[in-house]
């Protein structure tokens, strides 16, 4: 076998895998709609959610032609680096905005059909939702892993004539290409939910006092676009990227042999794109098994899914054992991989303990509430900062088996496990907006109160996979950054020999992991400020339709959606500017410092060092300010609904006023700061492995001269040794 | 001139600081102490203060004989530690103690004094508070100075013969003693303080309607003790550690040749003992202009603080190159140790900006608080994130500097050049809570309006003073961890040379750092809800008094002061157990687990390069979170003081309330959680430090028999070697 039959199977399965994704597709299409009233909903959630896409697709446009641009004039400048790094940079963020556009086209017209589903019967409510949720995640993994197979048997065979590390170090670009698209879709997607949610209840709930996802609110459907923006393609764009970016690391680390010896170098290439294959299928598999019954309770409706959850998980873990036996890989190899696929499931299991009403943190947060907000904010960020134990434990414990079973490789390959099943996990996530949007509908419909409970008890169930899917979001994009760190690291050659103080003390290492420590905590500051402007403008406007159209409050007029819709799709696009700037130039300044300062004085303070201290103190922070937000926001969010449920006094009590206090905190923690810094994270860490070929080289040749030994020495005869006291 | 010329001079500075000290004192405890009514108000508050400290020595007493038990038990053990660890740990802890006892005597005497002196006139009030402050800052810095220039003769020339190396090794356990006794103060002290405010305003001002300081409060005197036994105690022990820590690592440094040629030794041995000696005089010298005239502004106030500090900053930068010409040492070095001073200085500039109620930042988050609680939490959380901006480029700058300018010796001596002024910085901070403790007093002992206008001018600059302190304690805290970790590398004499992808993708140090990276979030979390549970205490014990003792509520009857104070003792040192606990034996299991794991597979999993990658990973966490909490919870109050101002609706506003939220979350954010975070960085690099000369040994006697090659080999031969793909 060589690397083409590997990639020919990932080309299969990704096809089996888009046709799976057309078959869902024309299922939830076939559905019916409803009536002409949620048609008409439908129709402007639709609308804004287009309109919103095609904003921001016109704006990452910008950004990606610009940086297809320098690309090819680095490709020129220099020939370390390849002018296909270019093109897999476009190829990349084309695969994943059709991504987002095919998954949220899908999501949008599945909402209306699940409330009408829902009128029928509870399971088909669920089978509609879910199985718009498995369109997406078919198209995310399929399209992700079809890239890469094409492009990989491009440059392996035509392109570079066989050199493995020139192929796949164009490769990385394809990744960068899906780091754009996530960018703008989970940052400015981020912004743009929250705001128009925050926006919304401001005016609505507290000014106007009116219910949540009334049809006279003009933010509403704004409101609902959101949830798609935000929680469709946002997350549809991270995992894309965290998906291909962990296969990427893989191929990248077992050409460089991270851990793996020479011969099995090809074998190693081909195993994760094999392992990802048989994750497509096995996800399809297993999305058959996800249904209920009428009359299902919370606990079987959540166990319906975690069925198709966990089914997918063993088959692969089998699969997992027979590829590599099959590519002659070691077993330890298989263990690795292993690792993270149980990684990823126990992270999940950990964020609903912390973060779901029905487990004890959740609900002795819900008890404090009755002390007031300040005892609920102290409490919840208490919450959020425990709750990364778990979490941090797991990837240490994770890392330490993949590394120790199969070095560097094993590490990659354990981030390649974790996201294996990534077809299916996404398709619980992308089910949670669909049903909340559904309920929406049939609130603003009017539907009779039992369709209401049934899409109520859909959406209760997204609540708990969409804070699992977060913990599972962050968990693998610390995965696949320590992936690309350990990718980046090896790919930078740098093979000077140092003592281990030589290498920690290194003063450009600590200013590096300084500034990586630092800039999560910049970035989660000015993604939260970022939400306050945008909520502002809608604020604005909403009180200005209540004033200016006649009619509207009492019910008889028609509000302005549109106008909403367009001020959230603009704020949050402007809004996500400056944190998405900072994340992108940080790195690029340090790396146009590093070639400077070559052969100077300037090379003393600005490094590669500082590069990979950069990744490495952004990864620690990243990652223990990500989980703590998220599942702070996640608790605050939940111990609100438990007491809205009807414990501690209930709807309209003192202590719900506090849970209020805190689940509006939460909003930008958990769907705006913490998912935006998984993008941060691997955002780094792949621009420096996208130009690490042209470090490498720009190091190397002059590293003779950059003066690394800053130890002083006596400087003049009047100085003489003394003995040593005591002697 | 040998190490002992300039130990003597070490111990002549101290004794000079120790006089200037008792001149101070006895000014002080001359003053006039007002009427009975006063007198016995302070009383109470002596009583308190003098319990809490009982208490807590006795639990550190035993915690200090338990380590002392095992560092000689290891003495025993092994060669590669001496017994004079053990007589170091015990002085440092004693000495720390003192400093602690009698800072905190004159600071509870020096508050009823300061009321009566204010009576008088407000220079008269700021000189009588001012000069208790000097007395803590002058004790803590002589002690720490005296302990360690007796005990470095001492182990030169007496014990080691000679030896620096063992004899800067012994020195270690000095700094480890300081940090015992931080733990304590620090910790509990922040809990105490927090819990008894909380306590006192939760049921007072809520439940009550009493004002702050009320006399009928059955708080209100812990409350009192509180602020002297987190802020006079558990700053100067903090800083005590900072001081001492900084020192050793220089010694250390000097000693293993960190940048330093071998001919210079000795010299600069003596250096950082020479600064740390030049800044106790320049301090006395400096206190001598502090002082205003009546009817001065608080800019005048804050004027003439700022003019004692940086007139002692300018003195000592004078010092510091005489010093270094003298002692024949490079200028560069000269220029690391300014480097570190400037920093102190920029740091506790940029905290004020950021959290002063008359710069931009605290008004924005002030004006924010029209939007309700939700808002403000959000915006000070922001605030608090962006905040950590500056503090972390300045240390970076300093960092950079230094480390170029002189080596790792350089970043020590930059340590000990931010902390040199440490004797006049430290007054200005303990200056605060006994200004606050006038006030409260002037309050419960109904004095005129005049007096209480003139003591809240006092108390409003030991806010911004107190604020300014808690920056310049992170930064210390910060640069003295990086200090020590560059000495603990240093020790373990980790001479493998390797690539720096080996060094930094080892598996062991990612373990750790993720390990350290968690530890202050932990930490955080534990420490905040400390201060919950035990205010929870308070608030039933003063409820129970409100309820069973008849004419409290009138104001006809007393209320039981002393069974609050008790038990916010109980609680205080109760509830720091667990984090305390965690703190300690985390490095601890880590090391026992590094000499389990010699020569077996254990080895692979746990190593001293966990226990590196710890101190790296919670340096960059713990500086983040600290400064992130310490600024918000400053910004709040100062927001909240800003609106009580009389600005944007002042006291009472729906704005108030919102800022009142913010400045409950804020409490135990600057004075609980993040202030203990230093310890915890400080601690975690003590620890390593004292026991590395263990480490060394044993890991460098079986090293050879670790595994580290985790590479896999082929198998079999099934798997034959396939060519490359294309070839």
């Not at 008409?40 to 921001?56: D, K, P, T, V």
């Not at 698209?181 to 743009?192: M, P």
């Not at 077993?331 to 993270?340: M, N, P, Q, R, Y």
């Not at 709807?651 to 509006?664: L, N, P, Q, R, W």
Request: glycine share 12%.
């Amino acid at each position: 076998m060589t690397i083409v039959t590997a990639a020919i199977l990932g080309v299969i399965a990704s096809l089996v895998g888009l046709g799976f994704a057309y078959y869902q597709r024309t299922f939830v299409l076939s559905q019916s709609a409803g009536n002409e009233k949620m048609q008409q909903i439908s129709r402007a959630i639709q609308r804004g959610a287009q309109a919103f896409l095609s904003r921001e697709y016109r704006a990452v446009g910008i950004l990606v032609a610009l940086v297809a641009v320098i690309l090819v004039v680095l490709s020129f400048l220099t020939p370390s680096m390849s002018i296909w790094t270019a093109v897999a940079f476009v190829s990349g963020a084309s695969a994943s905005a059709l991504a987002g556009y095919f998954g949220m086209y899908i999501a949008v017209r599945a909402n209306v059909r699940t409330t009408q589903a829902s009128s029928e019967s509870l399971n088909k409510g669920l089978r509609v939702a879910f199985s718009s949720g498995t369109v997406m995640g078919s198209i995310v993994v399929s399209l992700s892993l079809l890239g890469i197979s094409l492009l990989y048997i491009l440059f392996v065979e035509a392109v570079f004539g066989g050199n493995a590390t020139q192929a796949s170090s164009a490769l990385a670009g394809f990744g960068f290409g899906g780091t754009a698209i996530a960018l703008f879709a989970r940052v400015g997607g981020g912004i743009y939910t929250k705001a128009a949610d925050v926006g919304a209840d401001l005016v609505g709930k507290t000014e106007e006092n009116i219910p949540e996802d009334d049809p006279r609110n003009p933010a509403v459907i704004a409101d609902n676009v959101g949830d798609n923006v935000g929680d469709v393609a946002g997350m549809g764009s991270d995992l894309f990227e965290s998906y291909a970016s962990s296969i990427i690391a893989a191929i990248s680390l077992a050409v460089a042999g991270g851990g793996i010896a020479d011969a099995l170098e090809v074998n190693a290439q081909m195993f994760p794109i094999m392992v990802a294959a048989a994750g497509i299928v096995v996800s399809i598999v297993a999305s058959f098994l996800v249904q209920t019954k009428e009359g299902a309770t919370q606990e079987m409706l959540l166990g319906s899914l975690r069925t198709g959850v966990y089914s997918a998980s063993g088959l692969v873990a089998v699969a997992i054992f027979l590829l590599a036996a099959l590519l002659g890989l070691p077993i330890e190899v298989s263990v690795a991989t292993l690792a993270g696929l149980l990684a990823g499931v126990l992270i999940g299991y950990f964020t609903e303990y912390f973060t779901s009403g029905t487990y004890k943190p959740t609900q002795t947060l819900a008890q404090a509430s009755a002390g007031g907000p300040a005892i609920v904010i102290i409490r919840g960020l208490a919450l959020g900062m425990m709750s990364t134990l778990a979490p941090v434990l797991i990837v240490v414990m994770a890392t330490l088996v993949a590394s120790a079973a199969a070095g560097l490789y094993g590490i990659a390959m354990a981030a390649v496990g974790m996201l294996s099943t990534l077809g299916i996990t996404l398709a619980t996530d992308a089910y949670g907006p669909v049903a909340d949007n559904a309920g929406g509908i049939a609130e603003m419909a009017g539907l009779p109160k039992e369709v209401r409970e049934r899409t109520d008890a859909l959406d209760a169930l997204g609540n708990t996979t969409a804070a699992t899917g977060k913990g599972f979001a962050i968990g693998s994009a610390a995965m696949t950054a320590l992936a690309l760190s350990a990718a980046v690291i090896t790919a930078l050659g740098l093979n000077e020999t140092l003592t281990i103080g030589e290498v920690l003390l290194d003063p450009r290492l600590i200013t590096g992991m300084f500034i990586g420590g630092l800039l999560p905590f910049v970035f989660s500051a000015l993604t939260m400020l970022a939400v306050g402007n945008a909520a502002q403008g809608i604020v604005q406007e909403v009180r200005r339709q209540f004033r200016e159209i006649k009619g509207l409050r009492e019910g008889t007029a028609e509000p302005d959606y549109e106008t909403c819709v367009g001020i959230s799709t603009d704020s949050a696009l402007r809004q996500m500017l400056l944190p998405g700037i900072i994340a992108v130039s940080v790195p690029m300044l340090l790396a146009v410092l590093t070639v400077l300062g070559q052969g100077n004085i300037l090379g003393q303070f600005v490094g590669v060092k500082t590069l990979v201290g950069m990744l490495v103190g952004s990864l620690i922070s990243a990652f223990m300010l990500a989980v703590m937000m998220s599942n702070a926001g996640g608790a605050w969010d939940n111990a609100k609904k438990y007491i809205e449920g009807g414990q501690l006094g209930g709807k309209g009590s003192d202590s719900h006023k506090a849970a209020v206090v805190g689940d509006t905190v939460g909003d930008p923690f958990k769907d705006t700061s913490g998912p935006s810094l998984n993008i941060l994270l691997k955002l780094l860490a792949i621009v420096v492995l996208v130009i690490a070929p042209i470090l490498r080289d720009v190091t190397t040749s002059t590293s003779s001269a950059t003066p690394t030994d800053t130890a002083i020495t006596a400087p003049a005869p009047e100085a003489t040794p003394e003995a040593t006291p005591g002697n």
